[in-house]
């Protein structure tokens, strides 16, 4: 399976591309949030998302069944920024079942503030 395909399919709401990507009982889970969905929900859950979006896979990582990919994502606006852990587990080159976990992206708590610990990525 071609990751970046995946992910740019996913990034521009396409549909047709996304469904390509994977087998008919497939299933994803969002656990931030607690959603389990079939691919014809999650593609409607992306698909419907308000704006337009961007983003860059920032690592990709495989391990025999299975691609781990962390993914920034923002809006073409640049207003929402968030970051995407997707866990991937391939049957062939289609995705049998996905876990994804989603963070907002956003400032340093203040209480770590004040602790002056840490420094900036980038």
Known sequence: MNI????TAVLRQDAEAMRKFFLPDAYINWHN?????TVE????ANC????????EIEKIIQAQDMLVAAT???STDFRISCHCTSFIHLSGDKIAF???YWGDDGDVPQWRKE????????
């Open 48 to 55: 419907e998302y308000p704006g337009d979006w961007t983003g």
């Open 72 to 74: 920034h994502v923002c």
């Open 115 to 122: 602790k002056h610990i840490g420094t900036r990525i980038k």
């Open 33 to 37: 949030t607690n959603e389990h969905f």
């Open 4 to 7: 970046q395909n995946f992910i």
């Open 98 to 100: 996905m876990d994804e």
């Open 41 to 44: 929900e999650y593609i409607q």
